[in-house]
Structures are given as C-alpha cells and as structure tokens.
C-alpha cells in the first residue's frame, strides 16, 4: 500500500471532519467487509480521501449522490460495479462488492462469472441491460445506440443517467485503488471466537 492508513489520533482538522463524514456513511451503506484497521483507521478507497479530504470529501458527495437516486435495483447496481471492478482488476473493489453482491441476493455463480469478466447467460433481461452497458463504457467510446436504448426502456432517462454515472464513479473508485496499490486486507481474527 503506497499511502498509510492513518490512525484517528493522527488527523487533521480537515481530516477528522471528513473522518467522521466517511464513518457515518459507512455505516449506512457499506456493511460485510472490512472497511477499517483495529485503530479506527480507514482502508480501501477511504484511505486515500482521508489523505486528501478536499478531493475525498468530493468524491464523498458524488458517491451519495449516486447511491441516492434508485432507479437501479440493488442487483443491478452490483452487476455494474462488478463489471467495473473486473475491468480494471481492481482487487480491495472486487472484494468488497463481492461481499455487497452476495448480500443484495446476486447468484454465487453468477457474481464469480463476472468478476472472471464474463458474460453470465442466466442474467434477468435488467441486468443484461446494465451489462451490456457497464462493458461498452469500460471498454472506452460511445455507448452504442442500441444498447443505450435497451437500458432506456428498462429504467427511463433517469435510469440510463444513473448508470452511467456509477460506472464512471466505480472507475474512478478503481482507478484510486489500483493507483494507490491499496489491496484486500489482511482478516482480523476475533480473539473471543
């Protein structure tokens, strides 16, 4: 890992605001993985917002702004950051998400056949939608027409808007980590188990 984790008694000002910030919506959306050391400090993505918290606290937003518009279903959210984080090989985002995937009901099989970068044949014709759409993004150019208007018709204009946002937030999510070297981290063993 390239930038320390930094523990709570050693933020800055700026830092602790955002520190606190992270925390909370941690705690609301992202459950079943490990998203902090035994010291309280910050890993995956986290980390490298606390290190710059006028950018972290941005991206924050961004992530919230994301998270709140829910034209996706919960499903196909994960299948387009999945798809995401197998394009860019980003290890801490496909560990995570696995974890978020299993929890919003997705198929072991299916989620193991998408972060091997497949194609699953038993995808609901919603999450093909998002698929086909989160893999034309990742691979660069324009969406293509006709795969932009199947995602149309499945979740309207504010859908395919939402989608498209995702996908380029959980790229910059991995482009961060891969930057960053930040990688899954090591399983605490409860001592009381």
């Known amino acids: 890992m390239r930038l320390p984790p930094i523990p709570p008694q050693d933020l800055t000002a700026d830092q602790r605001r955002l520190y606190g910030t992270l925390k909370a919506g941690i705690a609301k959306q992202f459950q079943g ?50 798809v995401t984080g197998s394009r860019f090989k980003s290890a801490y985002e496909l560990y995570a998400h696995v974890q978020v995937a299993r929890e919003k009901g997705l198929p072991e099989d299916k989620v193991a056949t998408i972060v091997a970068g497949q194609r699953p044949s038993d995808l609901t014709e919603e999450e093909a939608g998002v698929f086909d759409a989160a893999s034309a993004l990742n691979a660069g150019g324009v969406l293509p027409r006709p795969v932009y208007d199947r995602v149309v018709a499945a979740f309207g204009a504010g859908g395919v808007s939402e989608l498209i946002h995702l996908v380029g937030l959980y790229a910059m999510v991995c482009i961060t980590l891969n930057g960053f070297d930040v990688p899954v981290p090591e399983q605490q063993v409860d001592p009381a188990s």
């Open 33 to 82: 993985f490990q998203t902090e050391r035994a010291d309280g400090a910050l890993l995956g993505p986290f980390n490298p917002w606390l290190h710059e918290p006028e950018i972290g606290q941005a991206v924050w937003e961004l992530t919230e702004a994301v998270s709140k518009r829910g034209a996706l279903s919960d499903a196909a959210r994960q299948v387009a950051i999945l």
